[in-house]
């Protein structure tokens, strides 16, 4: 039940765009979006549901097909703070906890 | 609004004991979650509760348990401790632990088990 995110890592350069996919075998009513930065706790950034709209925070924003059980996370105009591993968590079959997936490493250069 | 807060720390044991770890979610959320994240695998779902009853449990052997106290506040207990334990234990707490509800998430436990 575990999503499956890529890229595993990426590097970009300070005003980069990025892109990170997160796939499930299972249907989805939900995505969270949550991003890690080395030694702190996981910080949560967006939820979409099923048949909502396209969600933006700052220039981070998200989308989720739910035909194809997947979203996507768009970091546009990378800053040094974008940096971090960012997760993404489907709903557990089982209800009332997220299934995450092992996370993309985000390192954003000057 | 005071967050998560996780104790201890950080906790260093020996195989074969049994350690408790700590949490006391936000004022006014109703559900606390468990988490072991390990680099391998990610993080990983240990347990849900909501007002002192188990909603869910995830894929962990009997030797993980927890319990919620009508505060809210929630322990998780591991007994007969093995290296394989060694990992960071995240706790997060939320209104109501459904799809729609943002984690908020603790500092997290270091456990090492030697």
């Known amino acids: 039940q575990q999503p499956v995110q890529s890229p595993q890592a990426v590097i970009l350069r300070e005003g980069e765009d990025a892109v990170i996919n997160c796939s499930s075998s299972k249907a989805l009513y939900s995505v969270h979006w949550y991003r890690q930065k080395h030694g702190e706790a996981p910080v949560f950034l967006m939820i979409l549901l099923k048949g909502g709209e396209q969600k933006g925070h700052d220039k981070i924003s998200a989308s989720f097909n739910e035909k194809k059980q997947q979203s996507s996370l768009y970091l546009t105009a990378s800053q040094l703070s974008y940096s971090g591993t960012y997760f993404c968590g489907t709903e557990n079959l089982s209800g009332y906890a997220l299934n995450f997936g092992k996370g993309t490493s985000l390192l954003v250069t000057p | 609004k005071a967050g998560v807060t996780q104790t201890p720390r950080y906790l260093i044991k020996t195989r074969g004991q049994q350690v408790t770890l700590s949490c006391s979610p936000i004022?006014?959320?109703?559900?606390v979650s468990w988490y072991q994240q390990t680099p391998g695998q990610g993080l990983q779902f240990l347990f849900e509760y909501f007002s002192e009853t188990q909603r869910n449990k995830g894929n962990f052997p009997g030797r993980f348990s927890g319990r919620q106290f009508s505060n809210s506040r929630s322990e998780m207990n591991v007994s007969t401790l093995e290296l394989g334990d060694s990992a960071l234990y995240l706790c997060?707490?939320?209104?109501?632990?459904?799809?729609?509800?943002?984690?908020?998430f603790g500092n997290g436990t270091r456990l090492t088990v030697t």
């Open positions: 997060a707490s939320s209104l109501s632990g459904t799809e729609n509800s943002p984690l908020h």
């Open positions: 004022s006014g959320h109703r559900s």
